[in-house]
């Protein structure tokens, strides 16, 4: 079997086109939809995603705006930063691009972002509703993935998936996003014993590991959904994901590249949550379970 490619970077222009329809409404009542993004440090990597966020809401209208801080930036006057943007009504969009440095507790940054504005999905409020019920801000990687299967017609409901990584950002909000689909899940994590009798039973597998082509071929059931969350820099300077595409892409049914799979998806679901965040600080959605899967 050589599987279908999930094309990450077509998905993203479907769901843009919906969110840019949506911006041009928000305009037209006097509203446009806003994000700041803070970085602070100079990382290479996280400089190219704040940049790469920053542009793709202005292709839809959206306002952005980077503050990039000084890796000497002490945790509370980060905290008056996220004090300001809380306030600012033309911001309704928070993100606090991750990881900061050591000295700083991203925690409770994260906990200084008000709930309304936590367009990352990571305070408690909204990873408790995620649990309990229903985000109104998925976390934008899992949100992603789950928005490719639907694209894509995957069935959810009574699939066994299981989720490699148990981060905060992907893998737990992932297996929660999974859950509430239908799906019976399993997270394994760098301390699983014999993973790969996890993965081979897998009809969705969901790599999030950050560790370059650990999902081998072998490790994966016939006809399996294959979604890659890694993005993991080679020596050589080239992108490559957490699962070996070449042995994986001749069992699997379906699988994300990367470059141009999960990755785009990320970005374009942290434009929806900010669209989201605008309608509902303006009132135009009621409740938190509006749109999401619709
Ligand atoms: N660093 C890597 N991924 C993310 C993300 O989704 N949000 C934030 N804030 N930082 C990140």
């Known amino acids: ?61 959206m306002h952005s705006e980077v503050h990039a801080l000084s890796a000497a930036t002490t945790q509370s006057e980060l905290l008056v930063w996220v004090d300001k943007l809380n306030l600012n009504p033309d911001i309704h969009g928070i993100l606090v691009q991750l990881p900061l440095p050591m000295h700083i507790d991203d925690r409770a940054i994260i906990e200084a972002i008000h709930p309304a504005k936590d367009v990352d999905g990571f305070h408690y409020a909204n990873m408790g509703a995620l649990v309990i019920d229903e985000s109104p801000f998925p976390p ?57 009798g ?40 080239k992108l490559t994901g957490d699962v070996d595409f070449a042995s994986v892409s001749e069992v699997a049914s379906l699988i994300t590249p990367v470059p141009g799979g999960v990755g785009p998806m990320t970005i374009t679901m942290l434009l929806g949550n900010t669209l989201r965040a605008a309608e509902r600080l303006a009132g135009l959605v009621e409740t938190a379970s509006e749109t999401l899967f619709a």
Not at 153 to 165: D, F, L, N, P
Not at 224 to 233: S, Y
């Open 140 to 196: 934008c990687t899992p949100y992603g993935v789950m928005k490719m299967l639907e694209y894509e017609g995957v069935g959810i409901e009574g699939k066994y998936a299981v989720v490699v990584g148990r981060s905060n950002i992907v893998g737990k909000p992932q297996a929660m996003l999974l859950l509430k689909a239908g799906a019976t899940v399993t997270v394994c994590h760098s301390k699983t014993k014999n993973l790969a």
């Open 198 to 237: 996890f993965t081979r039973d897998a009809d969705i597998l969901v790599a999030a590991v950050g560790r370059a082509n650990m999902i081998t071929g072998s490790m994966v059931k016939p006809g399996a959904v294959v979604i890659d969350v890694g993005i993991n820099r080679l020596p050589d300077g």
């Open 1 to 61: 079997m050589t599987a279908k490619i999930i094309d990450g970077r077509k998905i993203s222009e479907f769901y843009r086109a919906e969110y840019k329809l949506r911006v041009d409404r928000l305009i037209e009542l006097g509203l446009r939809p806003g994000l700041a993004v803070i970085i602070v440090g100079d990382d290479a990597a996280s400089q190219v995603y704040v940049r790469n966020k920053a542009k793709a809401c202005e292709s839809i209208g």
